[in-house]
């Protein structure tokens, strides 16, 4: 199988066509059967693979970048009668497990980055149904705030997973039903029952959708919505976006290269060392100068880079494990990145960076491998990049120096970063749920903003696990990843799943913590996935047999 | 198999035994390696299978009923150098996967038994480990509100499960560490890693623990702090205690009958239909006349009969996929004693009921079995009984009377109890999930206390799912039940989960939400359950063999 890649732009698309008019753009989903990245499969009526969802994501992302200009987005369908199948099943049906498991976590990501444009981005988005929205293509509907059915006695919303494919309703639609549309369980429960699903006004007395078009006013009533919503917006009048220009990659087999993160992979031992390198230029000399290095500014580069490092690893290296994160740098030039987007927090552009760090450190910590970060010397883990410690599951930390190295001590190097800007998905900063048992060290981390803490200290302040002398760390790192390679992958994953996110549930947590994992368990039972299970003879004709024992 | 059941007394206990000291009570495990459920496997080790549990849910509960001088209890362990080696892995390798799930639910209930106990019985429990406390034996400590252990050099907590076995340490263990102590989620990483676990001061800067305490003061630091945590209960001076007398019961191939609930399995049709009867007797005269009555008192009755019933369908009816949940009796009666209870409160035994109700309420919740609630002429859902409609998936209610039925329409009557007594585990009344949405809703409801409300004002009170007349309701609901039964088992088990928890998630929802569904996919993969799985293979001497893809 091909790589998959997760670099696209609008001039690739096959799937969706991005239309302007004024403040309110359209995405129009318009996917090419032919177009899906196997040719075992036709994606018909709209509905999707990975390759559709990667465009997508790719739209939501240039929209916030490339097109400050844009408060409002609609998302309709470019086909008559259908508005979105959801996932194709035939996919679904072929595909391995953990194929459908990150699949799945990629399209949560891409819904929840709609969510997160509508509330950090000042790009709202609304849904336009007209036709049926089936699945995942309701749940792609649920990501808006605002839905909009047309009224034409067919158009509906509908998940019929139950019923037609013993699986779960979309991924995280479940959630997004109950917890942020607040649909009755009881009518949650039929409408889950339905093939057919719900349409006309008893979709809006039920909560699935916000509002019922008469077919007649269907693209003005639209337009005027979404130009209502564009009016909210707090972005900027006459900004200038910035162009998402291709990254600088190397692909080989065992190394990625980007201009700011190298991966290399070593597979005897089932892991991947990424380095991050912090930046070699000053800071720009105004917010204006930084607008003008567009996507060679330093934060968003390296933003980018990670998140398509992280993606790579978790799409195509299925049997790397571990994870290590180490950086390379000046510290204090990181953290003088990290002043300049904090105090510059008022220009759209750096408010988007800040959000797009966020979302890159929300993937790390939702990667099913063990994290383990290092601390050695010539590191630089300061402000943003010292979030990597605290988002892996481990982190070790060198004492003193190495004999013949002439650079000072590893140090860590706390900045406001660390204290708010980058909460995970329970809404607390990572330092505030690893300290979730003792408060008080939030505050003893606090007082240490921007003075290079070395490991002892940081073995004292709670900010490490492990640290070892210069003699003890091979030996020592070497045995804690045979021993991380010689466990079971799944236990690690459930237990990192369940580790990284005390405290707090939110929908995003419940959507990547709860439901996930009964989609996941769904995903292993042959009444879904056997040979006489729904997934496989779906379109068949054939009815599936199902083992009626309830678990 | 013979058939799984709960109900037992400390005259037939195999693995415990409870020792009394003045306010105090120890609970000794002392496991009989015969004695478990099945002769395919010893239970070495202080390790356990659903037996253990089983008497150990029924000591909990009877400590509360019979023993209203307890008011500290201490679960220590009868065997030297061992405090509990976990769940038995033999046992757990051998079990089917739907006896593991059970099983699993059970034991937490069990644990969350506990911390109800010491929450609102003002029995405190502690646990006093002294050897090895493994896995759930560990677990089991996790839900006493303080641990001991013995600075012996030997004796250590463990969760083994990722390295030994390849499945999720506990069941709920996890969620406690991070979330009930609050652990430091590396350190968690790291102590979830050791097959050995960890001991003496380690274990008490880790809070894993809360106290070491020297060899040679082990039994009078354990009796002092025991005795000191007595004192903090609000239990009464002086009180009886009453006897949980065996239920009466009667257990047919396809009918189980008891004082107050009657159960009637169709196999034919997959479901069983749970008829609870009001009370026939008028409310006691005093507190004191209730008390006399024990365990005949109708709202204990119906308590510890619906639980028995609930359970026998859970562990020994696997393909009843539905649940009808029935009343029949007087309204106005069952509002009387609630109205008994509630006023009562203050009486250590009214206020055990209450709670002992709100447990089987809960259980119910977490019952993988399609509920539907059927409001007929004749019913008494009123009040606490009530409460059944909210914890269904659906409710329908019939409009009007049938031919030649002269009884008045079936009406519901909400009281008190449906509005604080009995939260779910989420912590919200059943009518707050229902109407997460619109909040006013509740206050409406509140309106209606202790008027009859016909299916009509049920249905625009948003109280019931579906009203049929009596015309179409034999079709209506045939339908109903076919659609039902034709649907997967697994989807509808995950689809209910999702959909009976919205709102806030708590320790509890998270234990059964979140945690027993990374548990249950575990418990589908081949690196646990395979030929060479872990936990097939323990205690053969051969390694497992493990697929390493990351999922």
Redesign the interface.
């Known amino acids: 199988m091909t790589a998959i890649d997760v670099q696209t732009d609008p001039a690739r698309y096959r799937h969706w066509r991005i239309e302007f008019d004024g403040d309110v753009a359209y995405l129009v989903m318009d996917v090419d059967p032919k177009g899906g990245l196997s040719d075992q499969y036709e994606l018909k009526l709209n509905s999707y693979d990975l390759s559709v969802d990667i465009e997508l994501s790719d739209a939501i992302q240039r929209l916030r970048f490339e097109h400050p200009e844009v408060r409002a987005v609609v998302i309709k369908s470019g086909k008559d009668n259908v508005f979105c199948a959801g996932a194709n099943i035939r996919m679904l049906g072929k595909a391995t ?2 194929h459908k ?1 990150n699949f799945c976590k990629f399209t949560n990501e891409t819904r929840l980055a709609i969510e997160d444009a509508t509330e950090y981005s000042g790009q709202f988005y609304l849904c336009a149904i007209n036709g049926n929205a089936a699945g995942g293509g309701y749940e792609l509907a649920l990501a808006t705030e605002h839905i909009m059915l047309v009224d034409d006695r067919r158009s509906a919303v509908t998940l019929p ?3 037609l ?5 979309g991924t995280g639609g ?2 997004r ?3 942020k ?10 409408f ?2 339905i093939e057919e699903g719900i349409r006309g006004a008893k979709a809006v007395e039920w ?1 699935l959708v916000d509002e019922l078009v008469p077919n007649s006013k269907w693209a003005e009533k639209v337009s005027t919505r979404a130009h209502e919503f564009a009016r909210r917006s707090d972005r900027p009048q006459d900004a200038a976006g910035i162009t998402l220009t291709p990254l600088e990659r190397r692909i080989e087999n065992d190394r990625l290269s980007y201009s700011h993160v190298d991966v290399v992979i070593d597979r005897s031992r ?1 892991l991947a060392s990424i380095t991050l390198h912090g930046p070699t230029q000053p800071i720009p000399k105004s917010v204006a100068a930084a607008h003008a290095l567009g996507a060679t500014f330093w934060p968003l580069a390296v933003a980018r880079e990670l998140e398509d490092a992280i993606l790579h690893l978790r799409f195509n290296e ?4 571990v994870l290590l994160l180490r950086t390379e740098g000046d510290a204090q030039a990181v953290l003088d990145y990290d002043n300049f987007l904090l105090q510059a927090n008022g220009d759209w552009l750096m408010r988007e960076i800040r959000h797009y760090l966020k979302r890159v450190l929300k993937r790390i910590d939702v990667t ?2 063990s994290l383990i970060a290092l601390i050695e010397p010539g590191s630089c883990f300061a402000g943003t990049l010292a979030e990597l410690i605290f988002a ?4 070790v930390m060198l004492i003193g120096a190495r004999e013949g190295d002439n650079r000072p001590p590893a140090a860590i190097v706390l900045g406001r970063a660390n204290f708010g800007p980058y909460p995970m998905g329970n809404g607390l900063t990572r330092l505030a ?6 408060p008080e060290a939030i505050g003893r981390a606090e007082q240490k903003i921007g003075a290079p803490v070395e490991a002892k200290e940081a073995a004292e302040l ?1 900010l490490v ?2 640290t070892f002398e210069s003699f003890d760390w091979d030996d020592e790192l070497r045995i804690m990843l045979e ?18 996110f ?4 939110t929908m995003e947590t ?1 959507i990547f ?3 996930s ?6 995903f ?2 042959p ?2 996935i056997g040979e006489q299970g ?1 997934l496989k003879l779906y379109g068949s004709g054939i009815q ?1 047999t ?6």
């Open positions: 497990h953990g498991v997973e139950t019923p494919l013993a699986v779960l309703p479940l959630t039903v109950t917890d549309r607040k649909v009755r369980r009881d009518r949650a429960d039929v889950c029952s909560r089932a299925p049997k790397i494990g099913a491998k892996a599951d481990r982190s749920t690893r300290f979730i048992g003792e709670g696990t492990l021993e991380r390679a010689s466990f079971s992958p799944d236990a690690l994953t459930a237990m990192e799943a369940n580790l990284r005390a405290g707090p549930e419940k913590g709860r439901l994992a009964w989609q996941n368990w769904i292993q039972r009444n879904a729904a599936p199902f083992d009626k024992d309830r678990v």
